[in-house]
C-alpha cells in the first residue's frame, strides 16, 4: 500500500500567480454578475424594506401629531400600501435601487476582489480580510450615496400621501436634480457618513465569513470527497 503525502502549498504565494485567467474571473464579469445578484436579492426584499420606512414615519407622525397615524403592524402595513396604492407601488423606489447596486454592489466586489488578490495569499489573515472588507464597502458607498439619498427621498413620499399632499418626485432622475439644485454636488453626499459606518460594519461580518466560515466549509467537504 502506498502511502499518500500530503500535498504542501506555499501559502505566501499571491493568488495572482499561476492561475489560468477566465472569463469568468475577470473584473467586468465579476461586476456584472454582483450587480445582476444584487439586484435580483433586492426586488424579492424591497417590499420589506419600504414597509419598515412606511412604519417608521407612521410612528414620527404620531409623536408629532401632524395628522391622526394609523397605528398598523408590519403585515397590516404592506397591505394597506396594496389596498389603498395598488401592488406595484411595494416597489415604489426600485428604480433607485437598480443605480445603487449598479454602483455599490459592484464596485464593493470587484474592490474587494481586486485588494484580496492583489495583495492577499492563498492563506488570508483575519485582520487582513477584515481590512480589505471594510475598505471595499466604504469605497462602494461613498461611491453610490446619492443614488441611496434619492432612494430614502423617494420612500419617504408615504408620509406626504398620509398627509394628504401631492408628492414631489416621479422618478429617480427628478429626485436627484432636486436635490442637486437644493444641495449642490455636496448636498448628494448627505448624511454620508452614518452610511460608510454602516458599510463598514456591514462588510466586515460579509469578509470574515467568506474568508472562515466559507473556506473551513469547503475544506472539510473536500476531506470528505
Known amino acids: 500500500m502506498v502511502e499518500k503525502k500530503p500535498i504542501v502549498t506555499d501559502t505566501k504565494t499571491p493568488l495572482t500567480e ?9 473584473i467586468p464579469c465579476t461586476y456584472i454578475l454582483s450587480v445582476l445578484s444584487a439586484t ?11 414597509t419598515k420606512t412606511r412604519l417608521q414615519i407612521q410612528g414620527e407622525l404620531a409623536k408629532t401629531q401632524e395628522v391622526k397615524a394609523m397605528h398598523r403592524g408590519m ?20 428604480s433607485s435601487i437598480i443605480y445603487r447596486h449598479t454602483i455599490y454592489s459592484g464596485v464593493r466586489v470587484c474592490t474587494y476582489d481586486y485588494l484580496r488578490t492583489t495583495f492577499g495569499h492563498d492563506n488570508l489573515p483575519v485582520w487582513k480580510a477584515a ?5 471595499s464597502g466604504c469605497f462602494g458607498q461613498w461611491l453610490s450615496n446619492p443614488a441611496d439619498l434619492v432612494k430614502v427621498q423617494m420612500q419617504m413620499e408615504g408620509k406626504r400621501r398620509l398627509m394628504g399632499e401631492a408628492p414631489r418626485f416621479l422618478s429617480f432622475h427628478q429626485a436627484f436634480v432636486d436635490i442637486y439644485r437644493r444641495g449642490g454636488i455636496v ?21 470574515k465569513l467568506v474568508n472562515i466560515e466559507l473556506l473551513w466549509f469547503l475544506h472539510k467537504l473536500f476531506q470528505i470527497v
Open 40 to 50: 435580483a436579492a433586492e426586488l424579492i426584499t424591497y417590499p420589506l424594506d419600504l
Open 187 to 207: 448636498g448628494l453626499w448627505q448624511g454620508s457618513v452614518p452610511g460608510l459606518q454602516r458599510a463598514a460594519l456591514v462588510n466586515l461580518g460579509k469578509a
Open 75 to 94: 403585515l397590516a402595513t404592506a397591505f394597506g400600501v396594496v389596498k389603498e396604492e395598488g401592488p406595484f407601488k411595494l416597489w415604489c423606489g426600485m
Open 18 to 26: 499561476n492561475v489560468e485567467k477566465r472569463f469568468i474571473d475577470t
Open 131 to 135: 481590512l480589505f472588507g471594510v475598505l
